[in-house]
């Protein structure tokens, strides 16, 4: 019954890969394994490449001083952070907010294999995500370090010690989630609040990480022993993946007695979370004249309710509303040094900042994806827009303004700032100005088609189409691919043209494909959305 | 006002509707019958232009659905068989949507909706998130959304499942009277009792195709509905 419930909740995840919701029938064996073959090179190539980066920075140094110890806390650290990040509001919804729990609940499944189930699919999830990190961070130490029977099996010990408590972590803090939201008002904002500072934590020391990184390896052998001193544990923890037999057995007993301790928990509690309605107070309502708006707007505002009413939306497809002034600001307080720094590193490259300005730019904006799981999210209510008299355009276009506006106004402080803080002609500060502009514009309209192309209507967990479609995975991952594009050109030919003619030529290009998205969007994109 | 004319739609190989033609006049309540999957939601979702079908003709009010779809969805009104609605909006933000979508003036939906809601006594819950109604609440406010814009063709897909005997004897009382000032409803109901005391004329669909249809005396002659219905099913 487990593998039976697993494989259901599995095949939710990755249903996208596998089956086509436009023509309702399974994709071709070819187009399955495209799909699976993307998805490895998105996971494998981009984080995993990022950790293998890193962990051949402080492999060799850490090593070479006797501390392999301490490479594998920090690597196990970073991996761990990034796991239970990911796996937080997956474990709550997941758990709890599953729209089949009631289902499920009604059949003759004890309660416990329903909850095993949900948990080994948070388990896989996270061990997925822990992985690219986990899985450089051995090889890269197999490589430097050598291998010896004890390092592999320790290793590998390492990496479900890790899993798990990534598990129990994410278990422990979507169970505290669950019983917070039980009784909050306006949860989806104050769980994005909450986020936010955990992802500002997180960017401060993702920032301060060359410093700290520099810093550790010069003074590796002082922290060591400050660690050992006052944090014995960590340091047995990290002697784990150097071949540790008794560190490695006694972190696997203190795991599995951890995961006896929550299980009770969630057991206990699991009917009660999953079943409660919460106490919301009940609002009066007070009868009261509103302004009649056109279709469009009614469309806009309800699609602005649907963003700003889930948290999971906000944080997995709108984090760019942040970062670009974010970046502005940055770039007024810092920019002069910034520029200094810039125009010293590409000084065989001249007139490249302005086209990496512009590149970070985009490639922020490609952070808000609200367009692209915008068609997936109507799920079972797509009656509605069918049904109502608006041109599927209208509700398309409607969709798109969404990213268009949560975009382009923090696009355009970013921009301004970063063209005050450049040196350089007015005409190339215009351009710094108008090239991300456009490109977020035809990120906005990339998004929506991607999503229109790769719907998931069928969901029981809105994660589902948020954050692990794979139009959403497409739109971030190829939006930053699509910002960097043109940075890379620059480096290799682009330069002959100059910093103007190029920055032109970028956003007249992306300009151009906007508009041709945006035509096919208003025509077959919107008999596909009427055919769905 | 509805008019079906050979109205073909095939899943893969199979043939949901097969060469189905009816007619619905104003002032007509119209039940459409049939067993599970005979395609009676196919035939409806083809009606108010959330199907695209494969062949045939529909009109509303002579208008084509195919030639202009919003002219005939703006004539119209749809309730699902399963009141999937917004979830994140509340009951009143939702009736004000689908009031902004259909033009409907302030005053005038604002009236509306005070009647609809207080016949429902669903006025104290319009200010609750609609992920907090029950199935019967959900079912009375996308009754109400259905009524708001004063439709004259309204259509439904089991309408009465999720409510309560007081809800279902309203809806009844304002489907007589929707039809009684001159518009029209078509329907579709397993519930053979409150079809054949409650519409003017009845269709029978099996495997797609039409097998019966007309006046209510037309169909049953003699015999209750379910006796027709039972024969007709075991021929």
């Known amino acids: 019954m487990l593998w039976v419930l697993l494989k259901k909740q599995i095949a939710e995840v990755f249903r996208g890969y596998f089956y086509d919701s436009k023509k309702n029938r399974m994709r071709s064996k070819g187009a399955i394994a495209a799909y699976l073959v993307f998805f490895v090179l998105l996971m494998v190539g981009v984080l995993g490449g990022m950790f293998a980066g890193l962990s051949l920075q402080l492999c060799g140094s850490l090593v070479a001083l006797g501390m392999d110890w301490l490479y594998f806390l920090l690597m196990c650290g970073i991996a761990i952070l990034l796991g239970a990040f990911g796996s937080v509001f997956n474990s709550y919804s997941g758990l709890y907010l599953a729209k089949d729990n009631d289902l499920l609940l009604s059949l003759p499944i004890p309660v416990r294999t329903i909850l095993g189930a949900r948990l080994l699919n948070v388990y896989l999830l996270g061990a997925m995500y822990t992985a690219t990190a986990l899985i450089p961070m051995l090889v890269v130490y197999w490589v430097v370090g050598g291998v010896t029977a004890a390092k592999v099996v320790c290793g590998l010990a390492l990496f479900v010690i890790v899993t798990v408590f990534v598990l129990l972590l994410s278990c422990v803090l979507g169970w505290a989630v669950a019983k917070i939201s039980l009784r909050l008002k306006n949860k989806s904002f104050i769980t994005v609040l909450v986020s936010l500072a955990f992802i500002g934590i997180y960017y401060f020391f993702y920032f301060k990480a060359n410093d700290f990184i520099r810093d550790l390896i010069l003074n590796a052998d002082v922290y060591g022993e400050q660690i050992k001193g006052t944090a014995y544990g960590l340091y047995r923890f990290g002697q784990i993946g150097a071949g540790d037999w008794s560190a490695a057995g006694i972190f696997l007993a203190a795991m599995a007695a951890a995961c006896l301790l929550v299980w009770r928990v969630l057991e206990r509690s699991f009917l009660k979370i999953a079943t409660a309605s919460g106490h919301v107070e009940k609002k009066r309502y007070v009868e009261k004249t509103v302004r009649q708006k056109t279709p469009f707007r009614a469309l806009l505002a309800k699609e602005f309710g649907r963003f700003a009413s889930s948290s999971g939306y906000m944080l997995n497809c709108g984090l760019g509303i942040l970062f670009l002034p974010a970046a502005g600001v940055l770039l007024l307080l810092k920019g002069p040094e910034l520029m200094d720094v810039l125009n010293m590193v590409f000084a065989n490259r001249p007139g490249a900042v302005p086209v990496l300005l512009c590149a970070m730019l985009c490639t922020m904006s490609s952070m808000n994806d609200m367009a692209a799981p915008a068609v997936s999210l109507e799920g079972k209510s797509l009656w509605i827009p069918q049904s109502l008299p608006v041109e599927p355009k209208t509700v398309l276009r409607a969709k798109t303004a969404v990213h268009l506006i949560l975009t382009l106004l923090p696009m355009a402080f970013a921009a301004v700032c970063a063209a005050l803080v450049l040196p350089a002609s007015t005409e190339i500060r215009l351009l710094v100005c108008l090239t991300p502009l456009v490109y977020a514009a035809f990120s906005a309209v990339f998004g929506m088609f991607v999503g229109l192309r790769m719907p998931v209507l069928h969901w029981t967990n809105e994660m589902a189409p948020i954050k692990q479609s794979g139009a959403v995975a497409i739109a971030l991952f190829g939006g930053w691919g699509l910002s960097l594009l043109p940075l890379g050109l620059y480096f290799l030919a682009g330069y002959r043209l100059g910093p103007a003619a190029f920055l032109g030529l970028w956003a007249l290009v992306y300009a151009l494909a906007g508009v041709l998205l945006q035509r096919w969007l208003d025509t077959r994109g919107a008999a596909e959305f009427a055919a769905l | ?235």
Not at chain 2, 12 to 21: P, Q, R, T, W, Y
Not at chain 2, 33 to 41: E, L, T
Not at chain 2, 62 to 82: E, F, H, V, W
């Open chain 2, 1 to 235: 006002m509805l008019k079906i004319e050979h109205l073909t739609k095939t899943y893969g190989d199979k043939k949901a509707v097969d060469d189905l033609s009816l007619h619905i006049l104003p002032g007509e309540i119209f039940g459409f019958i049939g067993h599970n999957g005979a395609g009676k939601s196919t035939t409806i979702k083809s009606a108010v232009g959330i199907l695209q079908f494969d062949a045939g003709e529909i009109t509303i009010n002579g208008t084509s659905l195919r030639a202009d779809p919003l002219r005939c969805k703006r004539d119209l009104a749809y309730i699902p068989d399963n009141p999937d609605l917004y979830e994140f909006m509340s009951g009143i933000k939702y009736l004000n949507f689908i009031a902004d979508v259909f033009c409907v003036p302030s005053d005038v939906r604002q009236e509306r909706i005070r009647r609809y809601a207080e016949i429902f006594e669903l006025s104290g819950d319009l200010a609750q998130p609609i992920s907090a109604y029950s199935h019967g609440m959900k079912q009375k406010l996308a009754v109400i959304a259905a009524w708001l814009h004063d439709p004259k063709m309204i259509v439904m897909d089991e309408p009465f499942v999720g409510l309560d005997p007081k809800a279902s004897h309203l809806l009844k009382e304002m489907m007589r009277e929707h039809c009684d000032r001159g518009g029209a409803i078509f329907f579709s109901t397993h519930v053979l009792e409150v079809a054949e005391k409650l519409c003017d004329k009845v269709a029978i669909i099996r495997h797609g195709q039409l097998v019966r249809a007309g006046t209510m005396e037309e169909v049953k002659g003699d015999e209750s509905l379910e006796a027709v219905f039972l024969e007709l099913e075991a021929d």
